[in-house]
């Protein structure tokens, strides 16, 4: 079955006193697949994720994760689950070969010994094995969280900004071994900043205030928010991104190194927008918008709408 | 919930273990933990005075004649003692004593009344338990003017004549137990009883609170292990680290303050593991009441109180009002001093400990089943 469906829900509401965090969002996950979850702080990933694996109670919502039921079927799902927190939740006092060991435990490995040398061994955590978690250095932290979530052999794996405060080469090696578990038909959801993590995911989604905007592959994502984008080099870009953003119809001007990226909703009011600044100084060309140019776009104009 | 799982004892281990190493790498709680009963060993040695009244007294009656039933009516009056019962034989009057029923046995000689009208200086045996010297002094010290102002009333008018001179009656004391009315007798097996609610509330208080602070409870939430399994797994440890305070104060005893151990130290041994049992239950429930470590703190400092004041420990328990001792009845604390002082300085038996004993198993089972159904499963 190759299009197994590993996340299936729909409906999915949590609400904290008044506030709803997480309102009526539906996903589905294929195994094997790398699904990105992208929103700014505060939208409800780590919520919507809390919910899938039984930490927090859903007040709606209907569906399957691992074939079993998402709402009551919780004890079953923590089971199959490796689920990384987005703070460091392992003990800072204990080794990574007692912290893995804890872990095994409390799945009941029947293999345990084993399986944790596995794991230590699997990781290159060898010649660390016996120092303390809390004197790890942020991408050593990192590995061993996602060892100690590896280590029951889970069908899913939830990571919460998995990759926050590791070094670009860690990432890459991080992302990489993503890349070789899903191979092996692990499932993946992801939640991240970083947009070159976001265009190594399969498929992605982007939540604002707890509504799901928009989903699809990185491709669909972009075309679906059917955003313009213009590129322009040339003297004094600071003083020109200044002066287009006053203007009706640019949405946003953002610098990338010696190039400005402007973009728009609406093609032909932003073509009218830029019109005046058309000049032999400065060379323009509609370009395809990138998925941050996509992203910003989302955000303002969720916050736009949540506003009025 | 669905297919919960069922209680594992391998995962009750697992998390047995980890709180093992944690206990053993935070040095300070570790050295507090130790430093604790050694501090107030050598901090009360003083006591504080008090002039407890109502004390319970039995009476062994051996007199028929008028002046005996005096002497009766005149001690019911100080307000000292409150006879609970007549008792036949010598025998029944100790047993009471060593049970706790009664704090005085005043046995009135047969003939006293023959005797007293003679000019014989008869005779009155009291006997007083003298565990808590505090307890007692008050009252055996009011005996002698007790006596004289009864018989007083009875020789008034044409009986003057026959009114025997002041002190005629020879009162002879006999302080069971503590003869010496040492006030450490008393204090250093009560606190083995303080410093095990003091420490062993305080640790366990803060071990679920400890998890949420550090944000390793999202984790431990999200595996598969049962409330009763993390509450357990973090009560065992201190069971050993209370039995190692308990060996301290029982060493410091024999040595330091030479309290003597009558009883069966087994006894003792099942006493405290009931007892640190129960404190531990109750830390670890504030633990899951609480919603952080001062919270936790602040609940521990809360039962603190009322365990030294309440349980018998600093003041007479027979001193308190009514109310206060209902209060202290409930605290399993003032059953463990009951055990602690019996074995210790009368050598109690088994039976006698059971009476004790079943108030704490109580306590233990309702607050670990409150602990349980507390545990929040969520991070709702």
Redesign the interface.
């Known amino acids: 079955m190759p299009d197994e469906l590993v996340i299936d829900v729909r409906g999915m509401t949590k609400r904290f006193g008044r506030r709803t965090v997480v309102n009526d969002i539906a996903l589905q996950v294929r195994k094997g697949e790398i699904y990105g979850f992208l929103g700014p702080n505060g939208s409800g990933k780590t919520t919507f994720i809390?919910m899938l694996?039984?930490?927090?109670?859903a007040d709606a919502g209907s569906g399957t994760c691992l074939g079993s039921?998402v709402i009551?079927?919780?004890?079953?799902i923590?089971?199959q689950?490796g689920?990384m927190?987005q703070?460091?939740?392992?003990?800072?006092?204990?080794s990574i070969a007692?912290n893995l060991?804890?872990?095994a435990?409390?799945?009941?490995l029947k293999d345990r010994r084993n399986a944790v040398e596995r794991s230590i061994e699997g990781l290159g955590l060898k010649d660390r094995r016996d120092q303390l978690a809390g004197e790890l250095s942020g991408g050593w932290k990192q590995r061993m969280a996602l060892a100690a979530c590896l280590i029951h052999e889970p069908r899913l794996l939830l990571l919460d900004e998995p990759t926050a405060g590791v070094d670009p080469k860690a990432r890459r090696d991080f992302w990489d071994q993503i890349h070789d578990l899903a191979a092996r038909g692990l499932t993946f959801l992801i939640t991240t900043h970083y947009m070159d993590e976001a265009e190594r995911c399969h498929r992605l989604a982007y939540i604002s205030n707890g509504n799901l905007l928009v989903h699809g592959t990185v491709a669909e994502v972009i075309d679906r928010a059917r955003l313009t984008t213009w590129s322009v080099t040339g003297r004094d870009l600071n003083d020109l991104s200044r002066r287009l953003r006053e203007t009706p119809g640019v949405e946003q001007a953002v610098a990338f190194g010696t190039m400005l990226h402007v973009s728009g909703a609406d093609e032909r009011a932003l073509e009218q927008a830029i019109a005046p600044f058309r000049m032999d100084d400065y060379e323009w060309k509609q370009v395809r918008s990138s998925l941050e140019d996509v992203f910003i776009h989302l955000m303002q104009t969720s916050k736009a709408s949540s506003a009025e | 919930m669905s297919a919960r799982p069922t209680f594992s004892p391998a995962r009750l281990r697992g998390m047995i273990v980890k709180e093992f190493i944690q206990m053993r790498r935070d040095r300070l709680t570790l050295a507090m933990t130790f430093g604790i009963p050694i501090m107030q060993l050598l901090l009360f040695g003083y006591v504080v005075n008090s002039d407890p009244r109502h004390l319970p007294a039995a009476v062994l009656m051996a007199d028929n004649g008028p002046q005996g039933r005096t002497l009766l009516e005149g001690l019911k009056n100080s307000t000292y003692f409150d006879f609970v019962r007549e008792v036949k034989t010598e025998a029944e009057g100790r047993s009471l004593l060593t049970r706790g029923q009664v704090q005085f046995v005043i046995n009135i000689p047969p003939n006293f009344t023959h005797d007293l009208l003679r000019g014989d200086r008869p005779a009155v045996l009291v006997e007083a338990d003298a565990t808590d010297p505090l307890a007692t002094s008050g009252g055996i010290a009011s005996l002698p003017a007790i006596f004289d102002t009864a018989l007083q009333e009875d020789f008034k008018g044409p009986l003057a004549y026959l009114a025997p001179a002041r002190r005629s009656i020879d009162v002879r004391v006999h302080a069971l137990y503590n003869p010496e009315a040492l006030s450490q007798y008393n204090i250093v097996p009560g606190l083995m009883g303080v410093v095990l609610t003091m420490t062993m509330v305080m640790i366990t208080a803060l071990a679920i609170t400890r998890e949420i602070e550090r944000g390793t409870m999202e984790n431990l939430l999200a595996m598969p292990v049962r409330p009763s399994e993390v509450l357990l797994g973090k009560i065992t440890p201190y069971v050993i680290v209370g039995y190692i305070q308990v060996g301290i104060i029982l060493l410091a005893a024999h040595y330091l303050f030479k309290v003597p151990i009558h009883g069966n130290l087994a006894l003792l041994l099942i006493g405290a593991f009931v007892f640190i049992a129960a404190t531990l239950a109750m830390g670890i429930t504030f633990s899951t009441m609480a919603k952080n470590q001062l919270q936790a703190m602040q609940m521990a400092m809360f039962v603190f109180l009322p365990s030294i004041l309440l349980s018998g420990y600093l003041f007479p328990f027979r001193g308190m009002p009514q109310w206060a001792q209902v209060l202290g009845e409930i605290l399993p604390i003032t059953h463990f001093l009951r055990i602690a002082r019996g074995v210790m300085l009368k050598g109690i038996g088994f039976q006698d400990i059971g009476r004790e004993l079943w108030p704490i198993v109580l306590f233990a089972i309702v607050m670990l089943t409150i602990g349980i159904k507390r545990y929040r499963r969520t991070l709702d």
């Open positions: 809390r694996c039984g930490l927090l109670k039921d009551t079927g919780s004890e079953t923590k089971r689950v689920y927190t703070r460091f939740s392992f003990y800072e006092d204990l007692e060991d804890f872990v435990r409390m799945y009941g």
